[in-house]
């Protein structure tokens, strides 16, 4: 009775659930025609050029990053071209105190073309090209700028010319018309003259009639410099520049632009004329090589200048430092500036020089041109620009960065340590054919059989040679160490000495600070000294003036009683006594004492 219970209600639901499938269907269908939810689109992002550390070359990588979007009074401008500065190497190698610790993206000046305004923006139009300035971030496919550093650019110029003027020609152009007050019949000196600011600066210098231009370069870049403007090249690095200044002009130069510092910086001021200036904008003696050099950092540090305002004040020089990232606070006079800029190129007075453009993948090849002074003019950086391989008798190399080969301790270091493995495994190969109780085969006289297995077998004299090789191995790379540490030496002891020479500077100038005030001190003492003096003779009266006074404040005789006596001129003693005489009434009779004291008094009034 249960199965057959069962069986009729598995056969009812079987029934229902034909009934229901009729109705299902159709919903099914309909959910399978509705269209799907769109899925929300995907961030933009653009290529960007990320400094991850401080460090070499391996230290920027190309990445994808969130695109920016235009703020209120932003632009958003997609980069065609963008420039590198010497200061980026700078940044890379932790020099810079200017820029945000890494990861960041670098990049301060670019051109392109306008594609979107923020709000309250005027005066510019999407299409529009344009020129980009800022503290950082140039490199990245899209940028957002404020609109206050966003400038026009000239119908026939460039993408690469108009990402190589600011920072080069803005910095030129303060230095030599604000600091330097370049004026005509003057001479200037023009460090590095085939870079990016040396040939702004030898370009702005020419506006002004009659100025002779000094420029520093290697002998392969004079050319190029000479027609650029530069009068006298000098090449650095087979010649003194300051003897061969002095051979040309004895009195020396009237403007000095200095990027090196160090010792430079003191030759240079050395350089001036009377009334000549020397204007520093950077530190590049610090860098050398692709990481950071501290040996090289102490030695310009050591040898950077101390001038005193009082040494100034006697030969008539003047020093200046610049740097146009810490002028963020003056857009104004920026902005004017630049447009002076724009407008000389326009007249056709100034034009940079392109050296070459490099796709953003090889930033690290981009640099290394620039580290090692091979480029003349302005280095650019183009994120449209496919990476290009190296060409046979390219005169510009491409190529990965060149690895450092071992130095000499090291590889003699390796090579004695792979002879001393060496020996210990013949010695356990020896040792275990000893204690082995398996007769060993003598090997036959025949030299073929000195081959096994396609190597030669060393016989006892070549095991000897090889020991003594291995020794004078051994002992050329303790000898090397001990040099080494020898030198490790030498630099800790020079580092030591120069920080008692600090030391010891210090406290002299301390001292001399002390005698200083002390010598102040005593000289104020003296004046106030003398400024009483002037005081007190002012207000006290003439010689005769005085004795007057005196006269006058001679004391009077007291008579007893009714009895006085006042001497008017001490210098006549009768007149005296006589008056005193008269005074007396005529019924008192004088006293001898009375007389007596009469006298005394006319006495003392003498």
Request: charged letters at 30%; a negative charge; hydrophobic letters at 35%.
């Amino acid at each position: 009775m249960a199965e057959g219970g069962d069986a009729a209600t598995v056969a009812h639901e079987a029934g229902n659930a034909v009934q229901e499938t009729p109705k299902a269907e159709p919903e099914k269908a309909a959910a399978a025609a509705e269209p799907a939810a769109p899925a929300e689109p995907a961030e933009p992002t653009v290529r960007t050029i990320v400094l991850t550390g401080h460090g070499g070359y391996d230290k920027l990588s190309v990445q994808q990053k969130p695109q920016p979007k235009a703020g209120k009074g932003e632009v958003l401008v997609r980069v065609k071209a963008a420039g590198l500065n010497f200061s980026e190497l700078m940044v890379r190698q932790g020099l810079h105190d200017r820029m945000a610790k890494p990861p960041v993206v670098l990049g301060m000046e670019a051109a392109g073309v306008v594609e979107e305004l923020g709000e309250d923006v005027s005066g510019l139009e999407v299409g529009q090209n344009v020129i980009c300035l800022a503290q950082t971030g140039m490199w990245r496919e899209v940028v957002a700028v404020p609109a206050t550093n966003v400038f026009l650019m000239p119908e026939e110029m460039s993408y690469e010319e108009g990402a190589a003027i600011p920072l080069s020609y803005l910095t030129a152009y303060f230095m030599l018309f604000d600091f330097g007050n370049l004026r005509p019949g003057k001479s200037l000196l023009v460090h590095i003259a085939a870079g990016g600011v040396g040939w702004a600066a030898t370009q702005l210098a020419k506006t002004v009639d009659n100025v002779t231009v000094f420029g520093t370069a290697s002998a392969s870049k004079h050319d190029a410099i000479k027609e650029n403007g530069v009068d006298h090249p000098i090449d650095y690095r087979t010649r003194d520049y300051s003897e061969e200044i002095k051979n040309i002009s004895p009195k020396g130069v009237d403007v000095v632009l200095d990027p090196l510092g160090g010792a430079d910086t003191s030759k240079g001021l050395q350089l001036l004329r009377p009334m000549g200036k020397i204007i520093t904008y950077g530190s590049a003696n610090m860098v050398k090589g692709e990481n950071r050099n501290l040996m090289k950092m102490a030695k310009t540090l050591w040898q950077s200048t101390s001038v005193s305002p009082v040494s100034l004040v006697k030969t008539n020089k003047a020093i200046a430092g610049f740097q146009l990232a810490h002028l963020t606070g003056e857009i104004d006079l920026v902005r004017s500036a630049f447009q002076d800029i724009l407008n000389m190129y326009k007249d056709g007075k100034i034009k940079p020089r392109i050296d070459s453009v490099w796709a953003f993948e090889q930033v690290a090849e981009a640099m290394q041109q620039m580290n090692e002074r091979r480029n003349i003019g302005k280095v650019i950086l183009s994120p449209e620009k496919e990476p290009t391989k190296p060409a046979e008798g390219d005169a510009v190399p491409t190529s990965p960065i060149k690895k450092k080969k071992p130095s000499l301790f090291r590889r003699l270091s390796k090579r004695a340590s792979r002879s001393k493995d060496e020996g210990e495994k013949k010695d356990e190969v020896k040792n275990a054919k000893k204690e082995s109780p398996i007769k060993q085969e003598e090997p036959e006289k025949a030299d073929d059989n000195k081959a096994t297995n396609g190597h030669i077998q060393q016989t006892p004299e070549d095991e000897k040679i090889d020991g003594e090789a291995a020794k004078t191995v051994d002992g050329k790379v303790g000898e090397a160490e001990k040099a080494a540490e020898d030198s490790a030496k030498k630099i800790e002891d020079n580092v030591g000495e120069a920080k008692e020479k600090v030391e010891d500077a210090k406290k002299n100038v301390e001292e001399k600070l002390e005698e200083g005030k002390e010598k102040a001190g005593d000289l104020v003492q003296q004046a106030e000294e003398k400024v009483e003096e002037a005081v007190k003779q002012e207000e006290a009266p003439t010689e005769p003036a005085a004795q007057e006074e005196k006269k006058e404040e001679a004391p009077a005789v007291e008579e007893p009683e009714k009895t006085q006596v006042t001497i008017e001129n001490p210098a006549e003693t009768d007149d005296a006594k006589a008056a005193a005489a008269d005074i007396v009434p005529a019924d008192d009779k004088p006293v001898e004492n009375e007389e007596k004291g009469a006298g005394d008094a006319s006495q003392e009034a003498e």
